[in-house]
């Protein structure tokens, strides 16, 4: 517990300037991501608030190289995707899909952004978003895609493209994926806001915390899977999303040949065997 306080406290005392620069605002010197990593938690935050974090194609480019910078080191376990300011993103950069821009270049803009969301899910590693304030359109997808997502209070959720003409069919897949149908289609529909304890309720967050309190419980779920073996829950993140695009008995099928595989791992003998010794397992990374 003293090292997770002295963890948080850390994070407390950083700021984006100290961190990697990979992509750049309008202003110079602001970096659009910043990334930070300690302990085996990489910390990626969206930082362009002026432009409420839209998920511009450099955001997008920027957030991707952020992702997968070292992503096969065994040092990396957890990878948490938080932002500056009060809205966690917006979504797509609308100046970027108006008539000034030709086809091709929005077609860039949607590929990108479904290769950013899809590498969420194929990482080896827990990707958790943490949220505090509003996230809406793709920014709501950004949620979606993540494998666990820890919210404030104070937080909302939308996918408000229909009043501006643009339905949200892309964020539509992740959120469609998340939520039961008849929630995902009002919200699309309608355009309104959920609430964060709505959207706890209809599977869209994995916990909703007092905004004081965001930092703390992100990292207590971030160290808890740094006490897991890399190996094991990078093949068992890889064999959930598979299975749940099968059908019953092919998932059955497909994930019982898995768990004979994990035994053979040196991380499933070694948690095994000191299960059966009761004494703490040395995994190999």
Known sequence: MAALCRWVRGMRLWRPSLGRLRGRSSAASEPLTVRRQQEGVRQIILNNPKKRNALSLAMLHSLRQDILQDLESKELRVIIIAAEG???SSGHDLKELSSTQNREY??????????????????????????NGLATAAGCQLVA????????????????????????????????????????????????????????LHGLLSKVV?????????????????????????????????????GLGDAYKMTSEVMVDNLMLKDGQEGLDAFLQKRKPVWSH
């Open 106 to 131: 929005h077609t860039k803009v949607f590929e990108t952004c479904a290769e950013v969301m899809m590498l969420l899910q194929s990482a080896p590693v827990p990707v958790i978003a943490k949220i």
């Open 210 to 246: 007092p905004e004081a309190k965001l930092e703390e419980e992100t990292v207590k779920i971030a160290h808890k899977i740094c006490e897991t073996s890399r190996s094991i829950v990078a093949l068992g993140k890889a064999t959930f999303y598979q299975q749940m695009a099968q």
């Open 145 to 200: 895609s993540c494998d666990i997502a820890v919210a404030s209070e104070i937080s909302r959720f939308a996918t408000p493209g229909v009043n501006v003409g643009l339905f949200c069919s892309t964020p539509a897949v992740a959120l469609g994926r998340s939520v039961p149908k008849k929630v995902a289609l009002e919200m699309l529909f309608t355009g309104e806001p959920i609430s964060a304890h709505d959207a706890l």
């Open 86 to 88: 009060p809205v966690f």
